[in-house]
């Protein structure tokens, strides 16, 4: 079965540099959730695209940016980038409504900030 | 707000023991949801089992089982026989209210499982 996928896997960049991070969900879903894993942290939610429409916004810094696009997919910008920013970073997708109970999650893409 | 504790930072479990894994949770909606995910050391998070605030049953999946106390607001996660595979993070999660567009997961501090042979 297609599952979430997401794009790099790994990333370092030094501090100051710009990182983009891509997600792409199981066809059909049409929601998209991004999650932020600090080292011994449990995921923290970013943000949530709905219909290609943020519908809901978490402890997202202003130095990152995030959207859905026309196929679904959804691209995580992150600028200036710090230290604390490494992370291990989820993307999980369900389907919309009470048929989205469950978020499919993707196998993550861990940043690391130099 | 949703808050999910997890009290015990790691255990140790013997093989093909069964272990209970802790969840209590807070929120002051209705109508809610609550799952467990495993992640083991490569990362991934994988979906173990579920259950809504309104499902009379304990939720079973295989070797897991969900002791749902509404009352007492706590869902620990039974593990039976484990196994070996099963040592990794496991992280109880509530989404908060099915009609609320509320769907985002908040997460407790996870519990560490080690199986020994």
């Known amino acids: 079965a297609a599952g979430v996928i997401q794009s790099p896997r790994h990333l370092i960049k030094e501090k100051r540099e710009t990182a983009t991070l891509k997600c792409y969900p199981i066809p059909r879903h049409d929601t998209v959730y991004w999650y932020q894993q600090g080292p011994g942290q449990d995921p923290q939610f970013l943000i949530s695209?709905?219909?290609?429409?943020?519908?809901d916004k978490g402890s997202i810094p202003d130095r990152f940016s995030a959207q859905q696009f026309s196929d679904y997919h959804s691209e995580l910008n992150m600028s200036s980038l710090e230290l604390g920013d490494s992370a291990l970073y989820f993307c999980a997708s369900s389907l919309p409504g009470l048929a989205g109970i469950e978020q499919y999650f993707g196998p993550g893409t861990r940043l690391t900030v130099t | 707000a949703q808050k999910i504790t997890q009290t015990q930072p790691g255990m140790f479990v013997q093989e093909k023991e069964a272990v209970t894994l802790d969840c209590t949770y807070d929120t002051s909606d209705q109508s809610y949801g609550l799952f467990w995910y495993k992640q083991p050391s490569s990362g991934e998070m994988i979906f173990l089992i579920y259950?809504?605030?309104?499902?009379?049953q304990n939720a079973t999946e295989g070797r897991y089982s969900l002791n749902f106390q509404k009352a007492r607001k706590s869902a620990n996660l039974v593990i039976s026989a484990s196994q070996l595979g099963d040592s990794a993070m496991y992280f109880c999660?509530?989404?908060?209210?099915?009609?609320?567009?509320?769907?985002?997961?908040?997460f407790g501090a996870g519990t560490t499982v080690t199986v020994r042979a």
């Open positions: 999660a509530m989404r908060g209210a099915l009609l609320s567009n509320d769907y985002k997961l908040s």
């Open positions: 695209f709905y219909e290609k429409m943020q519908s």
């Open positions: 259950q809504g605030s309104y499902d009379e």
